[in-house]
């Protein structure tokens, strides 16, 4: 029974998780943005999760064109991201989400 219960609330928290990452993330980028292409972008450049992941919090920390993997000319349209505003946990926290979603490695399976 403490099993089921203990199962039960990691479901809880992890689709919680996932209204956090809808809420805080594809409320502005959309259903259509391409959260694939920026994974690929980063997996070239940097390889590994964690890796990845650490450039990734780097750049939402603190935007600027040369920590952006965009190419310039996305440089130029779009601009550079404004400076997240949620806390160290909670960011850590939607990276780990879209790295899960997202990462190519996941899509071979």
Known sequence: MVKFLTLLTLFF???????????????CHGDDFKFYIIM?????????????????FAYLKNPTLEASILPPEYKTKFGIK???????????????IYYDKYNLASKLK
Not at 42 to 54: E, F, Q
């Open 40 to 56: 690929k972008k980063y997996t070239l450049k940097y390889s590994s999760a964690t890796s990845i992941k650490k450039a990734m």
């Open 82 to 96: 404004e400076k997240s505003d949620l806390n160290d946990e909670t960011l850590k926290q939607m990276i780990d």
């Open 13 to 27: 928290l992890h689709l919680s998780a996932q209204s956090d990452f809808d809420k805080n993330c594809m409320s």
